[in-house]
Every structure is written in C-alpha cells, then in structure tokens.
C-alpha cells in the first residue's frame, strides 16, 4: 500500500468521479483506476460501486475512508516536522472560505503568509459553512472562515473575527423604516430575501426564530449578499443581512431587529493542536484582523 494509492482513493471519494479525481490529482484516468485496483486487490475488498454514473463508497470504502485521510495527514505532519526542526515551514494547507467572502483583511493575512513562507503552498474553496465546518472536522480542510450564531463547533477551535446583529435592509419608503426599528414579528409580516441554509446568518435567524416559535417566509435566496441586496431593492423582498454587509449597498436603508438576540459571528476553525504551517498561517490572519497573537506553544 502506498500513500500516491491512498491519495488517489481519497480523491475519488471526494469527487465521486475518475475523471474528476485524475484531473485533481494530476495524472491519467487510467493511472487513478490501475492504482485503485491495485490497493482494492491488497485489501481484500472493492472500494468504490462503479454501477451507478456517480462513483460511491462501498461499506468497506466508508469505513478506509477516514483512516486514509489520518494516513495521508500524518504524511503531511513528518514533514511539517521536519521543517520546524530546521527553522523552516513548508508542505500544503487546504482553506475554506464562505461563498462571496469579500474581507480585505482575510486576503491581507494570506498575502503576509505567502511573503513569509512561499514554501507553503496554499489551495482555496468556497462553500457554506455547514460543509466547510465538516470538512475540517474531517481533515478535508485544514482551515475555514466560516458563518454561524456559536463561537466553535464542538471539537474544533474558533478564532472570531467579527461578531455582529443581523438587520433587515428595504429600499427608501418600504413601511418597516416608519418606526426606525422593527421587531422580529413584525419584520415575518413580510416575505424575506436571505442566505440559504447551511450559511451562518440563515442559521441565525432560524435559531430565533425557532426560539419565538415564528416561522418565517422566506421568499428568495441567495448565496451572495449583493444578490440579496439587489433582489431587496428591487422589491422582492426584505433583505436580511449582517449590519456590515447591509452597509455596503447604499440602495437600502438598514432597519435595526430589536429582538434578534443571538449575534452573527465570523470565525475561523481548525482541528485543536494546528501544526507549525497552519499555526503560522493562523498568526498571520489573526495579525491582519488586529486579534492578540496566538498563545506561546508550552515548552
């Protein structure tokens, strides 16, 4: 069994796809199969169920699945090693970030990282935050700016950069802006333009709304706050938004929630313990975002 091998089944798994996977990983399709057969025939068992158009796990492939992802990360973490030993940081970091992330400050960190350690090689998706906390959670990721209304998921640890209300946002003489304020009630009377689920701010407003036993309609959705901002202003719907985001489209007039309790927060999570890349890369944002410097490794 060889770690190209593991790679390779890893890659597979995640794309659903041969193809998919021999581009993602830089060789032949066939390459990615022969390789395949060769680790299924070693262990005894069919990885993958090759009947259907999109490539699934077999019950013997969900079960190797995690353990070559370790296999693989553990790989990774010798080398790593070995270049704090000699002063060095070097290897590959996977990032995720939140669909439509617009935070100069966000790219500032990455450019300083990259200045400082060109030896790393950084690669960056996009996603929602629900995905993107399980891809860390898995090793997928080892690293995601991510949306939601709790400070860290369970097991991982956050390092919030931003913490804010949501609002809703209407264009000049909508009837939520009578009053300078509105209630959460009274904001569900109209159909609202939002995040889809599995975003941070979604998650918040579901939560409380939950919470008061409101439901509420939602009209449109969108991945993107702009998309939002322009469906709002053009009278589809109420834009719900954070007080940030809501700011910067002045076609809208924010409408303060004064009973949307629970916070919009944008963290950054990782896997407790980062190794040395990864714990320089998480220094270097948290110096772009102006948050104290992470705490001294004991010695």
Same mark, same amino acid.
């Given at each position: 069994?060889?770690?190209?091998?593991?790679?390779?089944?890893?890659?597979?798994?995640?794309?659903?796809?041969?193809?998919?996977?021999?581009?993602?990983?830089?060789?032949?399709?066939?390459?990615?199969?022969?390789?395949?057969?060769?680790?299924?025939?070693?262990?005894?068992?069919?990885?993958?169920?090759?009947?259907?158009?999109?490539?699934?796990?077999?019950?013997?492939?969900?079960?190797?699945?995690?353990?070559?992802?370790?296999?693989?990360?553990?790989?990774?973490?010798?080398?790593?090693?070995?270049?704090?030993?000699?002063?060095?940081?070097?290897?590959?970091?996977?990032?995720?970030?939140?669909?439509?992330?617009?935070?100069?400050?966000?790219?500032?960190?990455?450019?300083?990282?990259?200045?400082?350690?060109?030896?790393?090689?950084?690669?960056?998706?996009?996603?929602?935050?629900?995905?993107?906390?399980?891809?860390?959670?898995?090793?997928?990721?080892?690293?995601?700016?991510?949306?939601?209304?709790?400070?860290?998921?369970?097991?991982?640890?956050?390092?919030?950069?931003?913490?804010?209300?949501?609002?809703?946002?209407?264009?000049?003489?909508?009837?939520?802006?009578?009053?300078?304020?509105?209630?959460?009630?009274?904001?569900?009377?109209?159909?609202?333009?939002?995040?889809?689920?599995?975003?941070? %701010? @979604? !998650?918040? +407003?579901?939560?409380?709304?939950? *919470?008061?036993? #409101?439901?509420?309609?939602? /009209? &449109?959705? $969108?991945?993107?706050?702009?998309?939002?901002?322009?469906?709002?202003?053009?009278?589809?719907?109420?834009?719900?938004?954070?007080?940030?985001?809501?700011?910067?489209?002045?076609?809208?007039?924010?409408?303060?929630?004064?009973?949307?309790?629970?916070?919009?927060?944008?963290?950054?999570?990782?896997?407790?313990?980062?190794?040395?890349? %990864? @714990? !320089?890369? +998480?220094?270097?944002?948290?110096? *772009?975002?102006? #948050?104290?410097?992470?705490? /001294? &490794?004991? $010695?």
């Amino acid at each position: 069994m060889e770690l190209r091998q593991l790679e390779y089944f890893v890659a597979v798994a995640e794309e659903r796809n041969f193809t998919r996977a021999a581009e993602r990983v830089h060789i032949s399709q066939s390459g990615v199969s022969a390789q395949i057969r060769q680790l299924e025939r070693e262990l005894g068992a069919e990885l993958f169920d090759r009947s259907a158009r999109a490539v699934t796990l077999t019950v013997a492939g969900k079960a190797a699945l995690e353990h070559a992802r370790q296999a693989l990360a553990a790989a990774r973490a010798v080398g790593q090693a070995v270049g704090e030993v000699t002063d060095l940081v070097r290897g590959s970091l996977r990032l995720g970030m939140v669909a439509g992330c617009t935070l100069t400050s966000l790219f500032d960190g990455l450019a300083a990282f990259h200045r400082a350690h060109p030896g790393v090689e950084l690669a960056l998706l996009e996603g929602d935050s629900e995905q993107l906390t399980e891809d860390v959670r898995t090793g997928a990721l080892d690293l995601a700016l991510i949306g939601r209304p709790a400070p860290a998921p369970d097991g991982l640890d956050a390092h919030v950069l931003l913490s804010e209300p949501l609002v809703a946002a209407v264009p000049p003489g909508h009837p939520l802006l009578d009053g300078g304020a509105t209630t959460l009630a009274d904001l569900l009377a109209h159909p609202l333009v939002c995040m889809p689920r599995g975003t941070g %701010l @979604r !998650a918040v +407003l579901d939560r409380d709304c939950a *919470a008061r036993g #409101l439901t509420p309609r939602i /009209a &449109l959705e $969108a991945g993107a706050a702009a998309a939002i901002a322009d469906l709002a202003a053009r009278g589809l719907g109420v834009a719900v938004l954070s007080r940030s985001m809501a700011a910067a489209f002045p076609a809208l007039v924010p409408v303060p929630v004064t009973d949307l309790a629970t916070p919009a927060l944008l963290a950054l999570v990782n896997r407790p313990s980062p190794p040395p890349a %990864l @714990r !320089a890369l +998480l220094s270097a944002l948290r110096r *772009a975002f102006h #948050l104290p410097a992470l705490p /001294a &490794l004991p $010695a």
